[in-house]
């Protein structure tokens, strides 16, 4: 059954590990909330909204969940775009967190353009084994019993990099958590390089930690 006029149906996964009740807030480019869901018992969640069209591009946040490779609640805030309004997918992930955060600080912040920037400067350097032959777009590709379990397995392993990293500067006298991570990997990542040379909010030491 199509879906009314006006009414834009889409769905995806929720993954650091497939998370399963996890809490989609999905919000309007001026913040305004569309919608909230709950991802299934297969980590997946399917939206309907009615938004207008200046409402693109559309976040997406998550929040709480069972990560089940952990057992626990990610480590970190994860959060997408739904860029265009024929994105059908729109998958959440440690990629799609770090594309957002990066979009967010190139100039002139959230627009369609440097969402595709900040996807190109991600996935050219942190892909984490990912095969970008079988999965190009962490955010839109359809996932097939042929690249779940890479998917998987690499926003794990990012996953896991930024829970490294918490640790380890935690345990050297710094107070952050792995939203901090993060957030400072995203400014440092602004220039397509985790150099510690990066935007405002770059901290060399947590790249060096996290490299």
Do not use: C, W
């Not at 024929?86 to 969402?115: E, K, M, W, Y």
């Not at 006298?173 to 995203?186: F, T, Y």
Request: proline share 6%; charged share 15%.
């Amino acid at each position: 059954m199509s879906a009314p006029s006006g009414v834009v149906v889409f769905g995806g996964s929720i993954g650091d590990g497939p998370v399963i009740g996890a809490n989609v807030t999905i919000l309007s480019a001026q913040g305004e909330v569309l919608g909230t869901i709950t991802s299934d018992r297969n980590a997946a969640y399917q939206a309907r909204i009615t938004p207008d069209a200046g409402d693109y591009p559309i976040r997406l946040v998550v929040s709480g969940g069972t990560d089940l490779v952990t057992g626990r609640q990610p480590d970190f805030q994860m959060e997408s775009f739904k860029a265009y309004p024929q994105d059908t997918i729109v998958n959440v992930n440690p990629f799609s967190t770090l594309i957002a955060q990066v979009a967010r600080r190139l100039p002139g912040g959230v627009t369609h353009a440097n969402i595709n920037t900040a996807r190109a400067l991600v996935m050219g350097r942190l892909t984490f084994g990912l095969d970008r032959s079988s999965l190009p777009n962490p955010i839109t590709s359809p996932l097939t019993t042929g690249n779940v379990a890479k998917l998987v397995k690499a926003s794990e392993a990012l996953g896991e990099a930024v829970r490294r990293t918490r640790d380890r500067m935690n345990a050297s006298g710094a107070k952050i958590n792995g939203n901090s991570v993060v957030r400072a990997l995203a400014a440092d990542m602004v220039d397509g390089h985790p150099d510690g040379l990066g935007a405002s909010g770059t901290n060399a030491k947590l790249t060096a930690v996290f490299n």
